[in-house]
């Protein structure tokens, strides 16, 4: 059994339900392929606009418009700015509830999370990939408020699954990767964490990633 002293966690799709489901009712509602934003997002995934966005290379406004030209060049009209609208998933309280048995029996808990900047209009100063209410900033700081330390691809310039962003994470934590478990809901955020020794949780909901946390740490979770 690993000697794991910190638990890592992407943010969108592990502490709160995945975009991908409000993608989908999105394209539903408009009579686009199922999964077209995904597709987009994950064509030419280190220079599309995504990933642009993402690093602080662009703002929304030119995100809006980059988006929407790779949209019509793979056959439908969608905005960037309608993408930005479906961001926001719902916390998962069993997750929460895990962040604090996680820091009541002492490990060490961080975020790494690709995300874009606020935007003055923002509420609350809340990022737009995480909140899109008053209420809803207060509740996503309060689960942020738990991590000992926060890294943003907005904020860095570099994002997942570039090597470098959890380098950056296991150098500010002043921990081997070894010492860390990695949870994210994609796989190719999770191969560079894995390379680099770290034990690594796919997650498809809530329940499931709980498990098996529990069993890379050796004890049952709630």
């Known amino acids: 059994m690993a000697n794991y002293e910190a638990v890592i966690f992407d ?3 592990v502490v709160t339900s995945s975009p ?3 993608f989908n009712r999105y394209e539903a509602a408009h009579q686009l392929p199922e999964n077209f934003i995904r597709t987009i997002n994950a064509t030419n995934p ?3 606009a995504w990933a642009r966005f ?6 929304a406004a030119a995100f809006d418009g980059a988006f929407r030209s ?3 060049a793979a056959g439908h009209d969608v905005g960037g700015a309608d993408v930005l609208a479906l961001l926001a998933g719902d916390v998962r309280p069993e997750m929460v509830a895990v962040l604090d048995t996680l820091k009541a029996r002492s490990y060490r ?6 995300n874009v900047k606020t935007t003055p209009d923002s509420p ?3 990022n737009p990939g995480m909140a899109r209410s008053a209420d809803k900033a207060a509740e996503i700081a309060a689960v942020m408020a738990r991590f000992e330390m926060v890294i943003e691809s907005s904020v860095e310039g570099v994002r997942k699954p570039d090597p470098a962003i959890y380098h950056l994470a296991c150098e500010r934590l002043g921990l081997a990767p070894a010492a860390c478990i990695f949870l994210d809901d994609l796989g190719i955020n999770l191969k560079p964490a894995r390379a680099m020794g770290m034990g690594t949780v796919k997650v ?3 329940a499931q990633a709980i498990a098996d946390l529990g069993a890379l740490l050796g004890h049952d979770l709630p």
Request: some cysteine.
């Open 70 to 72: 790779e949209a019509r």
């Open 11 to 13: 943010f969108g799709g």
């Open 124 to 126: 609350d100063g809340a």
């Open 109 to 114: 808990i961080a975020c790494i999370t690709n």
């Open 204 to 206: 498809l909901n809530a």
């Open 20 to 22: 991908f489901e409000a």
């Open 54 to 59: 993402e690093r602080s290379d662009i703002d």
């Open 46 to 48: 280190d220079t599309n």
